[in-house]
């Protein structure tokens, strides 16, 4: 085992040397994987408890995922025992390094365990038990493509790490950062001969996962893929044996993408796409429209795609054109609501809540009615930070110091419709909240600085300037109530937008990959709270039309050079 690692240590110091822990780079300043003290330590283990307790009685989603894997696997040929070890040490491993219950990303625990699931259930139904070589294994391009024991158990150890790169800058991993983090595991090293696999093809089917695949991309993928065969030992005239590892890798990079959407219901499948635009920096206006195009881009691949599908049980296929369907659906909705508002047919208006006391004789309570809409729209939200419990969260829309501003549509050719309620935005003493790991904020203890919650829009009413107009009453409120600074979460993108056109704010903690930040705005600065609000959309008339356009076609066209959904 030590020879296989020094062996491995002088393969990434050749290929990339800025990896080794011996070359400071800025991606290994994480706040989430700072070392804790020891009280905190002890305070995390309490926290964690229940969690864990779930986990070992079965409750907790990755739970659920571990035995469903178990299950499967063994019947498959995979050793139980191995299975139990192996996941129990991914599942570690990942949490230790910042990529569990803390990180607000899609490539985390759930996504590796999904992803390995996932293809050794496509896999299996069409798992030939008559080929223990693999080297008669037909490629894609015929009809009876079948999989071998030795590919299952290259497919499954691929799935588990294929994301494994806990230091990476990005919320989609690196694939070299990948291969250095798992030749130098040790663990993964004795798992992966425990069950008689080489690394490097391992490795090369990892790599194979790239996407998109195409450009320098798929050049530098194929290039190292061509180089760790050679390690392999499969000579450069054996094609036939590279394409099909190569091949195992496009099943396995189609697999992974369409998992958890195959998986889970809608509810699940919108926290997939949630944490997707915000690793991607997207505006969330455009999560319906991208998702539809990613699903839409699969039509590339429609030959590997339609193997996938042809493996899995009836009713995750259908599962997974519903979401489709829904995603289809939603994005038209937001279509038609976006077109009612350019042509004033709809507003959109700012209310501040009473939910306190006043003149220490009377006692404005919040209307049930709003409280109900304002924890409907909390259950559709997958909030990063702090309160994502929803008894917690309901009782504090009931506190004193608590700031409640919501944002309601009224028809104006309805003039007897009540006004509904499309969203919120929510906060209060900084003195509430819970911070993530690795925030220190020196105004906390000073009652000077108000915090803002996760905003929360309706789904079809984000990208209309909800958000914008949610955000600057909320500012306004704070600073009549006596606040000098108001403290949030929010992606990096949008902080130095906001920096860049003038707004007095400054970024207190950076948080890699995820890039869910910690910023202080000062209220003193009267120019961004004075200036009148509009509800001028933020989508200029050629996007609408271009969107209705989109929705009228049979056939999605897609836009090659925007950003891809992985």
Known sequence: MNKALNRNNDLMDTHFPDLRSDHPSPLTINPLTEPLPIWYEFYKRLKLFPWWIRYNIGLAHEAVLRDKIINLGTTM??????????????????????????????????????????????????????????????????????????????????????????????????????????????????????????????????????????????????????????LAGITPNDTKTRQHYKDLGWFLSVSERIAGYALGNFEHAMILARTNAHALGWHPSRIYEESVKFFSILKEERRMFEHVLQGIPHEYRKTFFENIAAFQNIWAKEID??????????TLIPVVEENGKENNSHTYPLVQNTADSILEIFRELHIPVDINNEARFRKSLYWNDTILVTLRVKDVHMLDKKEEIVGYAKGGALENYHLRHGTHDEKFGNKNTAYMEWIGIKVGFWGENGGHILRREFLREAKRRGYSYVSSYVHRNV????????????????????????????????????????????????????????????????????????
């Open 495 to 566: 902080i130095e937008l906001r920096i860049n056109r003038g707004e007095n704010i400054e970024i207190i903690q950076k948080y890699d990959p995820d890039k869910l930040d910690y910023y202080r705005y000062d209220l003193s600065s009267q120019s961004y709270l004075t200036a009148p609000i509009t509800t001028t959309p933020s989508f200029s008339s050629q996007v609408l039309s271009d969107s209705v356009n989109l929705r009228n076609r049979e056939e999605i066209e897609m836009d090659r050079k925007y950003p891809i959904i992985d």
């Open 77 to 230: 040929g995979l050793q139980d025992k191995w299975l139990q070890r192996i996941i129990r040490h991914t599942v570690s491993q990942f949490s230790k390094k910042g990529l569990g219950a803390d990180y607000y990303g899609y490539h985390n625990i759930d996504h590796e365990l999904e992803a390995a699931y996932f293809v050794l259930m496509a896999a299996n139904g069409q798992i030939d038990n008559n080929n223990e070589g693999g080297a008669e294994v037909v490629g894609v391009q015929h009809k009876g493509y079948k999989f071998s024991q030795e590919d299952i158990r290259y497919l499954f150890v691929a799935a588990l790490f294929h994301d494994y790169d806990p230091l990476k800058q990005f919320d989609k991993p690196h694939e070299d950062a990948v291969e250095w983090f798992i030749r130098n595991d040790e663990k993964i090293l004795q798992f992966i001969e425990d069950v008689g696999i080489n690394i490097d093809v391992v490795i090369a089917i990892i790599h194979r996962t790239a996407y998109p695949y195409k450009g320098r991309i798929a050049e530098h993928a194929e290039r190292r893929m061509e180089e760790l065969f050679t």
């Open 337 to 346: 609501i976006r077109d009612s508002i350019r042509k004033s047919k709809i």
